[in-house]
């Protein structure tokens, strides 16, 4: 380094000098700052390029600084100069960027950069600055800032290292030499493009010769054939990466690679002896484990699952085995009863062998192993056995208390056997119907059985061994009940039946089948006939088909609803049991009308007479329309009646007219404008606000509204009206203004007028012979034929 800056002060000073001369003209000097020669002349940014020889001066370069520098004084780093710079002090050099003044100095007068701190490439490999030469006395740059770079030079001061590391790593046993393992792989921090810092060489130092790494690529592969898992199933191997290509003075680093042997199943099962011996209670119950063998499997997991066998042979059938999935055990289990009484010990086979088998070591022989079961039944003191599973028994209803039935047995088939008592489970009979002999096992009824009641009856009976009352044992009874013939059999329904009016002689028009409370029909055989009494002239007769049916036949060419329209035909059932028992059952048999086809349109009576499709509840509905019109109009007409008889006089020596009093007199008979009967028939004709004609009031009264009357209302509701308002009216005088006449008169050619003394009714009452009186009666005619037009008593 001392040696490049003094080189470089030389040239300095020969191009400064101006020994070297350019071969062109020179124009004015480019002034730059340099740190090392150069042939050509690089100008700074901002000023022109001239395409001419010029004069040689400093251009700038990289500069380099060692890294990790342990001296005592600043490390040399370069020399800034300026072509301005004449060595009289008049320039003063400046520095500025990474690490100005913290790392990097320099001596504003000579331009020498010094490093005073101690730099790590591997934290930051260049620094960029900027420098510039400034006058001293204006302070102004003679020069524009340039920009350089200080480059930290590597050494090798990082080992390599494992950043995965340690690893883990497994491969099947039995793999061949060269089988893949893993790939390591080591970083060096240092500057892979300088020297051989950062060449990393990989090595084992532990784990030889049962794996070897490739030194470049750091694969691991297996180095040895046949690796037993059973033998050692873990290795650790210790590899080393070192940099400088592995030469002397390199760094090294290490780490771990934990390989595992991956089980395969290469072992067959193997029974640890060839004889097991076990021990098992005759009262076992079924189903439940009587001993466990193992066979052993070096192997792991699922290649170390084994599935366990009985070799068909001795005893084999009363026994099952199956595996433990967790402890793979064979259990052995019972399947079938033991008897110590029959048979004391059994002997068979149990093979093992495994669920997974591979391929490749069929060649090492069969994966199976074979070994001997000994099986010692134990004798136990067992409650009595009873001779049948099931009894079954039968007895007739009605049998008298006490008859015996049927009779159970139970022993003990111990060594030494013990008396046995019996008793009846109360539990499963209640009511107790029957009771058992303790020492005998006899069964006898103890109540009356009625088949119809119960026909089955279903209960346990206990038997206890005397010398050991807690060892007891149950069976059950079935006990049915046989039927004697006490019920007649009868008609199953239906009891009523129809007939069509248009039915022919032999026709069936009903099928019948009887039923008995005795048995079930499968079991009886059933007769069916006429009554004596009903077979003179039958209408119908009974036709038996001797399958327990039987037929009602017509024996008449048709029907008449009109002359009759029920039928009661009586039929006797017999049934086949002893004694034989019969009924006699009545059936109704009604007339109906169909068509054609024999289909029922209608079986009432009031059908006849209306429409055919209606159906009943729509007859019923019509008819009670009728009636309610009916009670309406006769109401009505009965109102009609009351009032018209409450508007005449019942005497005629009292006959009085309501007239309305005029102070002039009238007319006569022919002045009809004197008094408007249509106002009394018209009550709306009337005047809303009339004032009294027959009196003078004193002073003159407000009119009276009178509240609306009813269209076609009588006279006397008029009359009522009106004196009602006289009754309320305080200026009316407190006397009536009815004018009362005794007699019509007498002499006259038409006798009296009048209708009260008539014989008959006003409604049979002709009023047609007035229109015959002439021109005096014409009004009088005209008001009662009005009246005989709305007369509502003549309904056509």
């Avoid at 970083?187 to 130092?205: E, H």
């Avoid at 060649?363 to 001997?372: E, H, L, R």
Wanted: glycine content about 6%; overall charge negative.
């Amino acid at each position: 380094m001392l040696t490049r800056n003094c080189l470089s002060l030389l040239l300095w000073v020969l191009f400064d000098g101006g020994l070297l001369t350019p071969l062109q003209p020179q124009p004015q000097p480019q002034h730059t700052l340099a740190t090392e020669p150069r042939e050509d002349v690089t100008h700074l940014p901002g000023r022109r390029l001239h395409f001419q020889r010029v004069k040689r001066g400093w251009v700038w370069n990289q500069f380099f600084v060692l890294e990790e520098y342990m001296g005592s004084e600043p490390q040399y780093v370069g020399k800034l100069h300026s072509d301005l710079d004449k060595g009289e002090g008049s320039v003063k050099y400046t520095l500025s960027g990474d690490g100005a003044g913290t790392i990097f100095t320099i001596d504003e007068t000579t331009g020498d950069i010094h490093a005073i701190r101690s730099l790590d490439r591997e934290e930051k490999p260049f620094y960029t600055l900027r420098a510039q030469a400034v006058d001293i006395e204006t302070r102004k740059p003679l020069e524009p800032e340039s920009e350089f770079i200080i480059k930290v030079q590597d050494i090798n001061d990082n080992e390599p290292k494992f950043l995965d590391g340690p690893y883990v790593a497994s491969v099947p046993e039995m793999s061949p030499v060269g089988a893949y393992v893993l790939q390591v792989k080591a970083t060096d921090a240092d500057d892979p493009t300088y020297g051989n810092s950062a060449r990393v060489v990989y090595s084992i130092l532990q784990g030889q010769p049962y794996f070897s790494i490739d030194p470049k690529t750091g694969v691991i592969r297996t180095a040895l054939p046949n690796m037993d898992r059973e033998v050692k199933e873990q290795y650790q191997v210790l590899i080393q990466a070192k940099d400088m290509g592995g030469q002397l003075g390199g760094l090294a680093g290490t780490t771990v690679v934990n390989i595992t042997l991956t089980d395969v199943n290469d072992n067959p099962p193997r029974f640890p002896k060839s004889i097991f011996h076990l021990k098992v209670p005759e009262s076992s119950p079924l189903g439940s484990a009587i001993g466990r063998i193992r066979a052993v499997d070096p192997d792991f997991g699922q290649n170390a699952e084994i599935e366990y066998n009985i070799v068909p042979g001795d005893g084999g059938n009363l026994f099952d085995i199956v595996t433990d999935e967790d402890t793979q055990e064979g259990i052995i289990k019972l399947k079938k009863p033991l008897d110590f009484e029959t048979k004391k010990a059994y002997t068979f086979k149990v093979e093992a062998s495994n669920l997974h088998l591979d391929h490749r070591f069929h060649s090492a022989g069969p994966f199976k192993d074979t070994a001997t079961v000994k099986i010692s039944v134990l004798d136990v003191d067992e409650p009595p056995v009873f001779s049948k599973p099931l009894y079954t028994m039968e007895v007739f209803e009605d049998t008298p208390v006490g008859t015996v039935i049927g009779a159970v047995t139970a022993q003990d088939l111990d060594v030494g056997s013990s008396a046995v008592r019996y008793f009846i489970d109360w539990k499963s009979d209640g009511d107790s119907y029957f009771t058992i002999d303790g020492t005998e096992g006899t069964i006898a009824t103890n109540e009356l059985l009625d088949r119809e009641s119960t026909a089955q009856y279903n209960f346990s009976i206990i038997a206890r061994k005397v010398s050991n009352t807690l060892l007891t044992s149950k069976v059950s009874i079935l006990i049915n009940v046989l039927d004697v013939n006490e019920f007649p059999p009868e008609i199953a329904v239906p009891y009523e039946t129809s007939v069509c009016e248009n039915a022919k002689p032999g026709q069936i028009i009903q099928l019948v089948s009887a039923a008995d409370r005795d048995l079930s029909p499968a079991g009886q055989q059933f007769s069916f006939r006429i009554s004596p009494e009903a077979a003179i002239k039958p209408n119908f007769t009974v036709r038996d088909f001797r399958n327990n049916t039987a037929g009602i036949e017509a024996r008449r060419n048709g029907y008449s609803r009109r002359q009759q329209e029920l039928y009661f035909l009586p039929v006797v059932i017999e049934d086949s049991s002893y004694p034989v028992q019969s009924s006699t059952s009545t059936m109704t048999i009604r007339v109906c009308r169909c068509d054609s086809d024999g289909t029922i349109l209608s079986c009432n009576v009031e059908a006849i007479f209306l429409p055919v499709g209606l159906s009943t509840g729509a007859l019923i509905a019509i008819l009670l329309c009728i009636v309610i019109l009916l009670v309406i109009v006769v109401l009505y007409v009965a109102l009609r009646r009351q009032k018209k008889k409450d508007t005449l006089m019942t005497s005629k020596e009292d006959i009085r007219d309501n007239v309305i009093h005029y102070d002039d007199e009238g007319g006569g008979e022919e002045d009809t404008q004197a008094f408007d009967i249509g106002a009394l028939r018209n009550p709306k004709a009337i005047e809303d606000n009339k004032i009294r004609r027959d009196i003078k009031p004193d002073s003159l009264c407000l009119p009276r509204q009178r509240p609306a009357v009813e269209d076609n209302t009588d006279i006397r509701d008029f009359i009522h009206q009106r004196l009602q308002e006289n009754d309320v009216d305080p200026t009316a005088p407190p006397y009536d203004s009815l004018a009362t006449y005794a007699y019509e008169g007498n002499g006259s050619v038409a006798d009296s007028l009048s209708s009260i003394d008539s014989l008959t009714s006003e409604a049979d009452q002709d009023y047609d012979y007035l229109t015959d009186w002439g021109p005096r009666f014409k009004v009088l005619a005209d008001m009662f034929g009005e009246e005989e037009s709305y007369n509502p008593d003549k309904v056509t």
